[in-house]
C-alpha cells in the first residue's frame, strides 16, 4: 500500500509564512507528478501547485510569487512554501502524488488526509 502524510499546516497571521510537507511511503517504484490542492468551506478543491520528477512546475495564478513546491526525489516527498499568507489562502490542503508501485505497470493517483491551513487577518 501507500501513504501519503502531510505536516506542517496550522493557524498563522495574514502575513505570515508557512511550510507543508508531505511523504509518501511504501511500496512506490516511482513518484511522477507531485502537487498540492485546497479546498475551502462551501468552495470546490482546486490546484495549488504541482510539480514534475524533472522539476516543472506550475502553480494557480493566486499564488504565484507567494508560494514555492520542491520535492526531494530520494525521499518521495513534496514541499509547499507558503509566504505572504492572506487570510483567502485558508482552506484544507491536500497532497497528491501519482506513483507506480511495484509490481504494477500504471500510475495511480494517491491523495493525503488533508491538512488545516488557517490565516487570520
Known amino acids: 500500500q501507500v501513504q501519503l502524510v502531510e505536516s506542517g499546516g496550522g493557524l498563522v497571521q495574514a502575513g505570515g509564512s508557512l511550510r507543508l510537507s508531505c511523504a509518501a511511503s511504501?511500496?512506490?517504484?516511482?513518484?511522477?507528478?507531485m502537487g498540492w490542492y485546497r479546498q475551502a468551506p462551501g468552495k470546490q478543491r482546486e490546484l495549488v501547485a504541482g510539480?514534475?520528477?524533472?522539476?516543472?512546475?506550475n502553480y494557480a495564478d493566486s499564488v504565484k510569487g507567494r508560494f514555492t513546491i520542491s520535492r526531494d526525489n530520494v525521499k518521495n516527498t513534496v514541499y509547499l512554501q507558503m509566504n505572504s499568507l492572506k487570510a483567502e489562502d485558508t482552506a484544507v490542503y491536500y497532497c497528491?502524488?501519482?506513483?507506480?508501485?511495484?509490481?504494477?505497470?500504471?500510475?495511480?493517483?494517491?491523495w493525503g488526509q488533508g491538512i488545516q491551513v488557517t490565516v487570520s487577518s
Open positions: 497528491n502524488a501519482d506513483i507506480r508501485r511495484y509490481g504494477t505497470f500504471r500510475y495511480t493517483s494517491y
Open positions: 511504501g511500496s512506490i517504484l516511482s513518484c511522477n507528478s
Open positions: 510539480i514534475l520528477s524533472g522539476g516543472s512546475t
